[in-house]
């Protein structure tokens, strides 16, 4: 490995350490969990969805407090981030922010949660790996799981990209979490590099 790479690394794993020292242990061990229940391959899946959906839980976004505010956020958002067929009109956008709300309160409905409280993203993202609503209504093995419960936001990821097939093509399985070219470029390289780290680290955990 060349030495650009080594430190490139090097400096990743330093930064997350320090920003997140209190809890990496406890993201540590449930990737490995949730690894290990799932079939996943390797860990490097889930860290890397992590890091990009919500840079390891320092951003799961926040709440206006009132559904209007909610879906305006969500239209205005499209705005200034456009993604693709969500965006064709003003008309079909605030449709698809309001089916994520529908869904959205599905979700908070049956976990007992305020749907005027819990934090999500302009576009509706859930919790550490950023599911949408409708996504996460659409598995039945998610019905009674919370996405804004680390390890259940893991276990959702992994069995999406499971079943969007991440063992035979990733590109492709990353597509269908994120259909940005840029976003799935990105999540092959910080994978990589997640992987480097696996092979070069050893985690200690404190048993006591």
């Known amino acids: 490995m060349n030495k650009r790479k080594v430190s490139k690394i090097l400096f990743l794993f330093v930064l997350i350490t320090i920003t997140f020292a209190l809890e990496w242990y406890v993201i540590i061990d449930w990737v490995d969990k949730i690894t290990k229940e799932t079939g996943l391959k390797t860990p490097s899946y889930l ?31 499209c705005k200034e981030v456009p993604i693709g ?10 449709n698809w922010c309001l089916s994520q709300y529908s869904a959205l309160e599905k979700i908070t409905s049956r976990l007992g949660l305020d749907i005027n409280k819990v934090p999500f993203s302009p576009d509706f993202g859930m919790g550490y790996t950023q599911f949408q609503p409708t996504t996460w209504e659409m598995y039945p093995e998610l019905k ?16 999406k990209l499971l079943k969007d097939g991440i063992h035979t093509n990733e590109e492709k399985a990353i597509w ?10 990105d999540f092959v390289s910080k994978r990589q590099d997640w992987e480097q780290i696996l092979q070069d680290t050893i985690f200690v955990y404190d048993c006591s």
């Open 47 to 77: 860290l890397t969805i992590l890091e990009k959906e919500s840079k390891f839980a320092k951003d799961i976004g926040s709440n206006l407090g009132n559904k209007d505010d909610n879906i305006q956020r969500c239209v205005d958002f």
């Open 85 to 94: 067929y969500q965006c064709y009109s003003k008309e079909m956008r605030k």
């Open 144 to 159: 009674n799981k919370n996405p804004w419960k680390l390890e259940d936001s893991l276990y959702a990821t992994a069995i």
């Open 176 to 185: 269908y979490y994120n259909q940005n070219p840029e976003y799935i470029q």
